[in-house]
């Protein structure tokens, strides 16, 4: 009878060990990564006010630039307040600027307000004030 291996052509394959330990370490990978991956809620909401308060900031530079060059055009910021007024259908569901209290901008001055966002989520958002 004929031996089943032939010394030319060695047997290829992975043997039962290798298979297991390719599965064990692949679940420790998924063990270690899935966390990092479930709790993406928070960071969301926390870049999603981060993108509102930059939106916010990009307003206030452009209103500016077009209240000096037609005073008719444009929003006068005189507090934080005034800061939703920037963007376009003003400031989404569940976000405040300020956090209740206006703080008073002067003229040509810049001022920092915080936006209050979903779940605590806070950024700042630069305003400059104009009439």
């Known amino acids: 009878m004929r031996a089943l291996s032939n010394p030319r052509h060695p047997q290829t394959g992975f ?3 290798e298979l297991v330990m390719v599965i064990v370490i692949l679940g420790i990978l998924s ?3 899935i966390p990092k991956f479930v709790d993406l809620r928070s ?10 308060a930059g939106a ?9 630039a077009t ?4 005073a008719s055009k444009g929003v006068a910021v005189t507090d934080c ?4 007024l920037l ?16 703080l008073p901008v002067p003229e040509g001055e810049t001022v920092v307000c915080t936006l209050n966002g979903p779940n605590g989520t806070t950024a700042n958002a630069t305003l400059i004030g104009i009439l």
């Open 87 to 102: 963007l376009q259908g003003g400031l989404p569901a569940n976000y405040s600027l300020g956090g209740g209290l206006p």
């Open 81 to 84: 307040a005034d800061g939703a």
């Open 15 to 17: 043997t039962l060990i």
């Open 56 to 64: 916010i900031s990009a307003g206030a530079a452009i209103n500016v």
């Open 31 to 33: 063990a270690v990564a």
């Open 67 to 70: 209240r000096k060059a037609n």
């Open 43 to 52: 960071d969301a909401q926390t870049a999603a006010t981060q993108g509102v």
